[in-house]
């Protein structure tokens, strides 16, 4: 095979080392080859760049394990062309695995270039997608906390997420405020009520008549405390994304205005896949790359499972959610896209499926630098109407009616 880098070397990295193997040109034409073995500290990880660079190595290859890779990356970034490379796209045949063995075998495959490297973003991407991974982090943990709460009172036999939908709305949150001060009878929190909650004052005053004792009020002062902390904290941290996420503002609000993706929605995408979609040759590698593409999985002409592969997993999750809130959404063609195919596919496959069209149309919007433009709940129809009217009438017959179908001389607004 032809050598690709003649100047490389590869880096086996652990929580507390990591190996270092070399391969470059010797004085007599042939190969100099070296390990060394590192601790990962900041001054351990600069005496590396510095044997690196002294060995006269200018590509360097390692495995994306964990967040392991993330200390040697910020320190030789600056300095060599590094390549991250996915655990996967390394497998050895096994019997023969050591520390050493494993560098040299990574330091050998950059070397004859059969190494393929993964995305890893500018720097200022990848600030402002820390800080959005952050704050989804954060959500969980104020849903996660709500679940409890709403365990809490289903223990003290309140019923309050029976009758409202969101138990820390502004009037649940009222009613719990004086549950806790223990002052008030049912009747006199359901009054709390507010705005269209005060339709609902005979269920609500039928719902907060429970049996409380002294430690649920303490539990439930607790978890008011920490859902009150955690809605501080997103707030400081909507504060610094806004400010990290600057260069990005004109892509999120491009995104903004597809069907169901909100404006947080927006920011992890963006955050995500950047504003410079020369990265990925098309939508296509793209969707593959987040892991919303279906699989290709062939064996003597059989096609098999096209379940998908693995993605990014935060940008992923960020679809899932957008194609469940434009699923909900009315007139839009990625609604129209989702029932359409729900009936014959499955509710989780359709999901998936919108999730796929929300990133390709993210995709356009950041290459042609334009906002979404509807094509509206009707699209699928329109886009073949012979096709829907002998799908209609086919419908019809099987229910035992007679059809004569005439098309209208002039178009019927949709």
Same mark, same amino acid.
């Given at each position: ?21 070399? !391969? ?95 995305? !890893?973003?500018? !720097? ?268 209609? !009438? ?21």
């Amino acid at each position: 095979m032809d050598v690709v880098y003649t100047h490389c070397a590869g880096l086996d990295v652990h929580k507390k080392t990591v190996v270092a193997a070399i !391969i470059v040109p010797d004085a007599k034409g042939g190969q100099h080859k070296a390990t060394r073995t590192f601790g990962t500290m900041t001054p351990d990880l600069l005496e590396l760049s510095d044997w690196l660079l002294a060995q006269g190595v200018t590509q360097v290859a390692m495995e994306s394990t964990g967040e392991y890779w993330k200390p040697i990356f910020n320190i030789l970034e600056t300095t060599f062309a590094v390549m991250l490379v996915n655990a996967h796209h390394l497998s050895r045949v096994p019997g023969r695995k050591t520390d050493v063995s494993d560098a040299q075998w990574i330091a050998e495959c950059l070397r004859l270039g059969l190494l393929r490297p993964s995305f !890893i973003p500018p !720097i200022p991407q990848r600030d402002f997608r820390e800080l959005t991974r952050y704050r989804t982090s954060f959500v969980r943990e104020r849903v996660n906390l709500i679940n409890r709460l709403q365990k809490l009172l289903e223990s003290m036999n309140i019923k309050l997420a029976s009758v409202a939908s969101d138990v820390m709305g502004v009037s649940a949150r009222a009613m719990l405020d004086a549950l806790i001060a223990g002052q008030a009878s049912p009747a006199e929190m359901a009054e709390l009520a507010q705005g269209r909650m005060r339709d609902k004052l005979p269920q609500l005053t039928k719902a907060l008549e429970g049996r409380v004792k002294p430690h649920h009020r303490f539990v439930l002062t607790e978890l008011l405390c920490q859902i009150d902390s955690l809605d501080e904290t997103l707030a400081r941290f909507d504060e610094q994304i806004e400010t990290y996420g600057h260069p990005f503002e004109e892509a999120v609000v491009w995104l903004d205005t597809i069907p169901g993706v909100a404006r947080q929605t927006a920011e992890v995408m963006v955050a995500e896949i950047g504003n410079d979609m020369s990265r990925f040759p098309s939508a296509a590698h793209l969707s593959a790359w987040a892991g919303v593409a279906p699989g290709n999985n062939e064996s003597a002409g059989k096609r098999y499972s096209g379940k998908t592969r693995p993605g990014n997993k935060a940008l992923r999750v960020a679809l899932v959610q957008a194609a469940h809130a434009a699923a909900r959404t009315k007139n839009t063609y990625l609604s129209a896209q989702y029932h359409r195919l729900a009936g014959r596919r499955g509710k989780k496959k359709a999901i998936l499926a919108v999730a796929h069209s929300i990133l390709v149309i993210a995709y356009h919007l950041i290459q042609r630098k334009e906002a979404y433009r509807e094509l509206g709940g009707n699209y699928f129809d329109q886009k073949d109407p012979d096709a829907t009217a002998k799908r209609l !009438i086919k419908r019809l017959e099987t229910l035992g009616f007679q059809v004569t179908a005439q098309q209208s001389p002039e178009p019927v607004a949709a």
